[in-house]
């Protein structure tokens, strides 16, 4: 009897500590769910701005206009006086997009986009009097939106990091150094995104191979519903124009149809990438495709990002001097918007005549002293783009920067060897050095 009585004594001892530890248990989910604070909607912009404030200046504040959304944590603006003003987020650090992409980058990016592309106004803040840059000539910004007229302003910086698309950083920081560490600390206890989530959309696997006219006939037909969209991809193709701002053009032949394929590129570690900086140059390069919004074309980038052999920067060198397909292009031929194939592909525009020229003037931008060529071939006409020309023998016009001046095809009569590319829905070329200019 003693036996059944001690027995039942140590069931419900059990029973009264299972009860015990299940309500801990609720009340440590409560109290959980209670240190869930929205940071964002409690951070309030506290100083006043105006139409005589100004970023650059001892406020430090100023409301300003988009210029162009470039990926989750940088942005350009214009300030009132139309001046770009190239910008980073201070306190975050999202995930890349634009050389390379990473897990969340695009996501963050398209979060940043979204938001300074539908709000009602942007004001941009420094740490504390006139604005400072970091290396790369970026201004340091806390940037505020408002969705509508009367709502509370919103801190951009903060919210990518409560909700999970950046990591935080205060080193430095003066303000909301405090919020932006508690918001990153409640981030990774949910184990938000870049905190321990998946990414649905990067791609984990290896890199597809196939060949560039699978890749670029896809993209056109299908765009964003292509299986190579935001996928990882490895061909083979010859370097046939680059830039110093990283942009690459690769061209490759059909062998069955003749045609010539092309896709652009981008790095930011344009000048030290190896083969690639070398036109004519055979390679087999990897690459994630990827959305150029500003150019509204489909681009490769992260181009080291998977090791394809022990040769320099992980790009195979298959040839040097290849010889490439340069076929001479005709007005009509430029102008058909049917023809997609031709995107991207290095052309020849014979004894273009120029009738007026433009020089980009606007301050901040990186295409200031780019000139825009428009002249005739055969009554019809065509337009030619420069990148910024620079001087490298001292034989052209040249300002004291050294950048070629639009006074030297001003008249003229040339021949322009260039990339095909598009511009507002019409097709271009893109001239990448006066070493592709004949003057007659």
């Known amino acids: 009897m003693n036996m059944v009585i001690k027995n039942k004594s140590k069931i419900l001892v059990l029973f009264i500590i299972i009860l015990s530890l299940l309500f801990i248990s609720s009340c440590d989910e409560k109290e959980k769910e209670e ?115 009367g709502a509370d302003f919103r801190l951009l910086n903060l919210e990518l990091v409560q909700n999970g698309y950046s990591f935080g950083k205060s080193d430095g920081l003066v303000r909301y150094k405090d919020v932006i560490i508690d918001a990153a600390a409640l981030a990774r206890n949910q184990g938000l995104k870049v905190f321990g989530e998946t990414d649905p959309d990067y791609c984990y696997n290896e890199a597809i191979e196939l060949s560039l006219k699978e890749l670029r006939t896809n993209l056109d037909e299908f765009g964003n519903e292509s299986e190579y969209y935001n996928k990882k991809v490895i061909f083979e193709a010859t370097v046939v124009g680059l830039d110093r701002n990283g942009t690459y053009y690769f061209n490759d032949t059909d062998l069955e149809t003749g045609i010539v394929y092309g896709i652009q590129a981008y790095s930011n570690q344009a000048g030290t990438t190896g083969y690639l900086d070398e036109i004519g140059n055979r390679v087999k390069i990897s690459g994630t495709v990827v959305y150029y919004e500003t150019g509204g074309v489909y681009q490769l980038t992260s181009l080291v990002d998977r090791v394809i052999s022990s040769n320099k920067n992980n790009i195979k060198l298959i040839q040097k001097n290849y010889e490439y397909d340069l076929n001479d292009i005709t007005p009509d031929e430029l102008a058909d918007k049917t023809d997609n194939n031709k995107l991207f592909t290095i052309v020849k525009i014979n004894n273009l005549v120029v009738k007026s020229t433009y020089t980009t003037k606007t301050e901040g931008s990186s295409s200031k002293g780019a000139i825009t060529i428009t002249g005739l071939v055969d009554n019809k006409t065509v337009t030619v783009r420069t990148i910024v020309l620079y001087d490298r023998e001292g034989i052209y016009l040249v300002d004291s920067n050294k950048i070629v001046l639009e006074s030297n095809f001003t008249d003229k009569t040339i021949d322009v060897v260039g990339i095909v590319e598009l511009y507002e829905d019409n097709y271009q070329i893109k001239l990448l050095s006066m070493d592709n200019v004949t003057f007659h």
């Not at 100023?62 to 201070?90: P, S, W």
């Not at 980058?105 to 592309?117: C, D, E, H, L, Q």
């Open 35 to 149: 240190e869930i604070i929205d940071y964002v909607a409690t951070t309030k912009l506290e100083q006043s701005f105006s139409s005589s404030t100004s970023f650059l200046g001892a406020d430090g504040i100023e409301e300003v206009t988009l210029y162009q959304a470039v990926d989750g944590d940088t942005i350009h603006v214009l300030d009132k006086t139309g001046t770009i003003l190239k910008l980073r987020f201070l306190g975050v650090d999202t995930p890349e997009s634009t050389s390379r992409v990473e897990p969340w980058g695009m996501a963050a990016s398209k979060f940043t986009k979204n938001i300074v592309k539908t709000c009602n106004k942007i004001v941009i803040q420094s740490e504390g009097g006139p604005a400072t840059t970091d290396n790369y000539g970026r201004y340091l910004t806390w940037v505020w939106y408002q969705t509508e007229e």
